[in-house]
């Protein structure tokens, strides 16, 4: 059973860090590309940022752009999101997801981890 679970969301005040996790298991991810989206209430789902999981390559949305950093750890099959710089426009439910290198629609998603920023 594949499951990619996220960790790591929390509660910080404006200008603060927080790194996220994501926990893949079930399957290699090779060929893959792996991404972080975000949703805030009353809002729809959003792109945040993505990486290729053999190459490495990544991409960002502007809103985060310069504060974000995607990696992954192909030996721990988990990939993660350093935030910092937070704002508390960044406030959302952050998920993560898997979707086939030429696809647009992934195959997997987690259930989200809570990101609450106070100003």
């Known amino acids: 059973q594949v499951q990619l679970v996220e960790s790591g969301g929390g509660l910080v005040q404006a200008g603060g860090s927080l790194r996220l996790s994501c926990a893949a298991s079930?399957?290699?991810?090779?060929?893959?590309?792996m991404g972080w989206y975000r949703q805030a209430p009353g809002k729809e789902r959003e792109f945040v940022a993505n990486?290729?999981?053999?190459?490495?390559?990544?991409y960002y949305a502007d809103s985060v752009k310069g504060r974000f950093t995607i990696s992954r750890d192909n030996a721990k099959n988990t990939m993660y999101l350093q935030m910092n710089s937070l704002k508390a426009e960044d406030t959302a439910v952050y998920y993560c997801?898997?979707?086939?290198?030429?696809?647009?629609?992934?195959?997997?998603w987690g259930q989200g981890t809570q990101v609450t920023v106070t100003s």
């Open positions: 990486i290729i999981w053999s190459g490495g390559s990544t």
């Open positions: 079930g399957r290699t991810f090779t060929g893959y590309r």
């Open positions: 997801n898997a979707t086939p290198q030429g696809s647009i629609r992934p195959d997997y």
